[in-house]
């Protein structure tokens, strides 16, 4: 039931362009996304909503197809921040009593280079 | 504005020893969760507390305990550690609101090693 993070890694010169993808094999309620620095706490950046929303933070944004029940995270322009390892949560329908419970995928370590 | 605040922020235990790792928050969240992170990995949900008064099992709750003392503090309790529960230990918090979903916000973390 964990969502399948793509790539595992990325390198990346500053200014260029990737994308991260999210699938789960479960029908999805919601998928957020967080960014860890080293050593550091998960930071939140956005959240999808099943209905194809996309979102923006930064020169970040995010997709969420909710037919092939997977998010897209495109880092566009980017910089010498954006590195850490981006991780997505998933949160299944059936929302309420459960409360936000999320299960996160492995990871996308991202390096950003000068 | 503290956030979520995790103690301690390290320790080390021996096999077989006890303890307790405490997580409060000054949001006014209703939902708390602890997850665990080892190396190289996501984060794996062991237990949560979907509101003051309940709390429910993640994916990993093998060994360990939980109490919500009250809407502020959500603890996580290992009675008896083995070597497999060295980990970084998150606290989290969120405000849950009918289809109007919220971020989870996380505490600094607990790294804890148990020889």
């Known amino acids: 039931q964990q969502p399948v993070q793509s790539p595992q890694a990325v390198i990346l010169r500053e200014g260029e362009d990737a994308v991260i993808n999210c699938s789960s094999s479960?029908?999805?309620?919601?998928v957020h996304w967080y960014r860890q620095k080293h050593g550091e706490a998960p930071v939140f950046l956005m959240i999808?909503?099943?209905?194809?929303e996309q979102k923006g933070h930064e020169k970040i944004s995010a997709s969420f197809n909710e037919k092939k029940q997977q998010s897209s995270l495109y880092l566009t322009a980017s910089q010498l921040s954006y590195s850490g390892t981006y991780f997505c949560?998933?949160?299944?329908?059936?929302?309420?009593?459960?409360?936000?419970?999320?299960?996160f995928g492995g990871g996308t370590r991202v390096l950003v280079k000068p | 504005n503290a956030g979520v605040t995790q103690t301690p922020k390290f320790q080390v235990l021996k096999t077989g020893q006890s303890m307790t790792l405490q997580c409060a928050q000054d949001?006014?969240?209703?939902?708390m969760y602890w997850y665990r992170q080892d190396p190289g990995m996501g984060l794996r949900l062991i237990y949560y507390?979907?509101?003051?008064?309940?709390?429910d099992k993640g994916e990993v709750p093998n060994g360990y305990n939980v109490s919500r003392l009250n809407k502020r503090e959500f603890s996580l309790r290992l009675e008896s550690a083995a070597p497999s529960q060295t980990s970084v230990y998150f606290c989290?918090?969120?405000?849950?609101?009918?289809?109007?979903?919220?971020?989870?916000?996380f505490g600094d973390g607990t790294r804890l090693s148990i020889l």
């Open positions: 949001m006014n969240h209703n939902s």
């Open positions: 479960k029908a999805l309620y919601s």
């Open positions: 949560g998933t949160e299944m329908p059936g929302w309420g009593a459960a409360g936000n419970k999320l299960t």
């Open positions: 989290a918090s969120s405000e849950v609101r009918f289809r109007d979903n919220q971020p989870q916000h």
């Open positions: 507390s979907a509101s003051e008064g309940t709390t």
């Open positions: 999808l909503l099943k209905g194809g």
